[in-house]
Structure formats: C-alpha cells, structure tokens
C-alpha cells in the first residue's frame, strides 16, 4: 500500500472510529466461504510447537492451563504484542479460528487474530474484558486505527473465548463465541503473514489456532 493511500484509508477510519459503534450485522447475512485453501493447525501441544514461528514483539510461552498445553503472552510493559505462524509465509484470502481466555489486565485483557503482516502493518480482529466493543483496528507506520467495531458486552476475564475471521479480499467478516459481529471492507489486501495478539498490560492464553488459506 502506498503511503498516500495509507494516509487517506487512515484519515477515513478515524473519523469512523469517533462516530456511535454500529450495530453487528443483520440475521441472515451470508457467510463468506473461503474455498480452495490449504489447512494449517497449531496446538501447542508439544515441546516444539513453536518452532518456525516469529515473535514480532512480547514475550510468548508455552504454558500449562488447567493440565492442557497453551500459548501464554505474559509480557505487561508492551504497548502491541504479536506473534506470526510460520504457515502461510504470506496470504491475502485466509480463515483463522483461535480460543483464547484472558487472564488480567488493568489497561487492557484481550487477545486477538492479526492477518496480512508486514512488519508492524497488520489488521488485528480483537475482544476485550474492559471494554463495551469489538473491534478491528488496522495498524502501520506506528499508528492504529479504528477498521470496524460494534459495541457488545465486555468479554468474561478468565474465561475462554473463540475468535474466528475469514478475509478475502476486501471483504472481512469476524465472530466471536460463534456470532457474527463484524463485516466490513479493508484498505488493507496486501498478502502477509496471520498471527495472534494483544495489547498493553494484557496476559492471554491461546490455544487450538487454525488456519485456511489460499496462497497469492
């Protein structure tokens, strides 16, 4: 994306994103069907279950959770934090389903899916357990803007959740504990890498992270 069409797509989702969040979308609304795509699943079920990924910022684990084996972001002093799946390198069209439960946070507990990474330039899909909204937020160039976002009850902290998106090309849908709450159009269509997650003090565990996509 050039940085004249950034400027322009980011001076329009800030005035949207200061304007009454929408409601989600009607009953009925068709969902988007990714097909002919290849399938990658990550468990982190075993010792090596990160190996290929890339930390873009954060400090990301595996953990023990109620005797499972799950990815925990426990760093708290980070203003963004995400790490991308070493499959698909790079991706315009992809479906991504995580859960994810987070666990505390004062400024911020929320875990999210990020697709189509480059760098620090990614949209980001996200819940909060502090916040009345679900949103999308496009990244890059060290500034975020509001994408799309409907207003909801704050998510349960401490409790599991499931986030699910499906891209393609300018059309974005995103779910969360299985209704659809967000379809909406993106500058954003460059192809990049889809990772999980989180923002400021927020520490979040992620497990069962799925991805379908079609190479560009």
């Known amino acids: 994306m050039s940085s004249k069409r950034w400027r322009l797509a980011a001076s329009a989702l800030w005035l949207a994103g200061c304007a009454e969040e929408p409601e989600p979308p009607a009953a009925g609304v068709a969902s988007l069907v990714l097909e002919g795509a290849r399938e990658r699943s990550y468990e982190f079920a075993s010792a090596d279950a990160l190996d290929g990924f890339t930390v873009g910022r954060g400090e990301w684990v595996l953990a023990e959770s109620a005797g499972a084996r799950v990815l925990l972001q426990r760093k708290t002093d980070e203003l963004f934090c995400w790490i991308h799946a070493p499959e698909p390198a790079r991706a315009r069209d992809v479906e991504v389903s995580v859960r994810f439960r987070p666990l505390s946070g004062k400024e911020d507990a929320s875990g999210g899916i990020a697709i189509r990474g480059e760098g620090d330039r990614y949209l980001v899909l996200r819940g909060n357990g502090l916040e009345h909204n679900f949103r999308a ?29 499906v891209a393609i090309a300018e059309r974005v849908q995103a779910w969360l504990d ?26 979040t565990e992620f497990a069962e992270f799925r991805v379908r996509y079609r190479e560009p």
């Open 137 to 165: 937020y496009l990244h890059g160039n060290g500034r975020r803007e509001v994408a799309a976002g409907t207003s909801i009850a704050p998510i349960a902290i401490g409790e599991w959740h499931t986030l699910r998106v």
């Open 178 to 203: 299985g209704e659809l709450l967000l379809d909406f159009e993106t500058a954003l269509v460059e192809p990049g890498w889809v990772g999980l997650w989180t923002k400021a003090d927020a520490v």
